[in-house]
């Protein structure tokens, strides 16, 4: 079999932990990787950010990634790129004439666009994986959603035209159907996360025994709720707070969301108590977890919550906000707590719950390990979807009809 993965800005090449990159990157890193080690031909499709990387690079056994020159070969934020898709949908139609995959798995809206509309020349079928919708996005962000306004019209389009539908959570399929989607074309497979890096087992961070370490590993965006976790932390008598994200350690202080969240410590009088680490690699993070006597994450919305999950595969308890695919990666009491959304307050509360009952934490962390390693290595996420592509071409012989605007 051989499957083409498109994902127009987020590069399993790119480097995790900016505004634009993160918990995509690594799912179609991941998968790609694990796709090819079940046998499939994988050939990866991404926009070019960077002249000097050449045009096709090897990830991994079976596995290609292919530089599609669509817009300057520089860094342009998602929201941005809408305008070059339709050259990066030309770009695929060359590729795809010389060597036609069998199916299609698109990531993100742009990317789907972009693949329906080329699909259409070859009838291959498509597989939509949204990774956030732009319906969510408006409601928690409102005013503040750059998105273009093209995000509304192609969402629901991808719903209704794609041959299937990957929901990464649950409360995916309501919104998907609202879009149009039919119930019999949506499967929820969750994200992965690699078992191997992410455990109980391995080097912790050195830190004082004395002083609770709270962490949180984000993108470095309002919308991710780092500021509550900084109002929290001004509530609680003892503890440090150990931001990790964003650019690396010695460009933090240009960064704007940085620059916010420092004014906030300032203001509540415990600067001294929050560290900035800037960008880590995932050895650097797993040892960072597990140094943690609790994982934070609590943005106002979320698809699905690659960090609950690294967190608890490392056996450490989650306070997570009870939105999205936080919902089904943390079960409450079990391997976490959630909170609502926007509360500073109750991770306050939360937070002093756990850090004073050490055997409710191990408890909670390791129900997680427990829970991840049953559910949720990429193997086993890569053996349901090859499952979905494979009764998708069972039954699929013509392609997903017109694209149009």
Known sequence: MKIALVSEHASPLATIGGVDSGGQNIYVAELAIALGSLGVDVEVYTRREDPDIAAEVVLSPGVIVKQVDAGPPQYLPKDSLFVHMEQFSKELVKAWTLSKPD?????????????????????IPVVQTFHALGTTKRRFQGNADTSPPERQVIEPMLAKKANHLLATSTHEISELMAMGASYESISVIPCGVDLEIFSPCGPAEQKSPSIPRIVVVSRLVERKGIGDVVFALSHLDKGELVIAGGPSKDELYLDPEVIRLKAIAKDLGISHRVDFRGRLD????????????????????EPFGMVALEATSCGVPVIASSVGGLLDTIEDGVNGILVPPKNPKQIAIELKKLLDQTDFRRSLGQMGVVKARSRYGWNQVANEILKVYEEVLSHSSVGTGQVML
């Not at 199916?103 to 009838?123: P, V």
């Not at 050895?283 to 943005?299: G, Q």
Request: proline share 2%; glycine share 2%.
């Open 103 to 123: 199916l299609i798995h698109s990531h993100f809206w742009m990317s789907g666009y972009a693949s329906l509309k080329a699909a259409q020349f070859f009838s």
């Open 282 to 301: 995932r050895d650097e993070l797993s040892c960072l977890y597990r140094s943690a006597d609790v994982v934070v994450c609590v943005p106002w919305y």
